[in-house]
C-alpha cells in the first residue's frame, strides 16, 4: 500500500519562509512526475508545481519565483521550499504523485493527506 505523507506546515508571518516535505513509502516500482497542489477555503485545488523524474519543473504564476521545488528520487521524497509568502498563499497544501507499484502495471495517482499553511501577522 503506497501512502504519501507531508509535514513541514504551519503558521508564519507574511514574508516569512517554510520549507513543505512529502515522503513517499509503501510497495513503489517507479515514481513518475509529483505535485504540489494547494486549496484555500471556498477555492478549488489549484496546481501549485510540478517536477518531472528528470528534473524537469514547472510553477503556477502565482508562485513562480518564490517557490522551488524538489525532489530526492533515491529518497522518494518531495519538497517546497516556500520563500517570501503572502496571505493569499494560505491553503492546504498537497503532495501528489504518479506511481507504478508493480512492473509494467498501470500507473495510478496518489495524493497525500494534506498539510495546513497559515501566513497571516
Known amino acids: 500500500q503506497v501512502q504519501l505523507v507531508e509535514s513541514g506546515g504551519g503558521l508564519v508571518q507574511p514574508g516569512g519562509s517554510l520549507r513543505l516535505s512529502c515522503a513517499a513509502s509503501?510497495?513503489?516500482?517507479?515514481?513518475?512526475?509529483m505535485y504540489w497542489y494547494r486549496q484555500a477555503p471556498g477555492k478549488q485545488r489549484e496546481l501549485v508545481a510540478s517536477?518531472?523524474?528528470?528534473?524537469?519543473?514547472t510553477y503556477a504564476d502565482s508562485v513562480q519565483g518564490r517557490f522551488t521545488i524538489s525532489r530526492d528520487n533515491a529518497k522518494n521524497t518531495l519538497d517546497l521550499q516556500m520563500n517570501s509568502l503572502k496571505p493569499e498563499d494560505t491553503a492546504v497544501y498537497y503532495c501528489?504523485?504518479?506511481?507504478?507499484?508493480?512492473?509494467?502495471?498501470?500507473?495510478?495517482?496518489?495524493w497525500g493527506q494534506g498539510t495546513q499553511v497559515t501566513v497571516s501577522s
Open positions: 501528489n504523485a504518479v506511481i507504478m507499484v508493480v512492473a509494467n502495471t498501470p500507473m495510478r495517482s496518489y
Open positions: 509503501g510497495s513503489i516500482f517507479s515514481i513518475y512526475t
Open positions: 517536477v518531472s523524474e528528470g528534473n524537469f519543473t
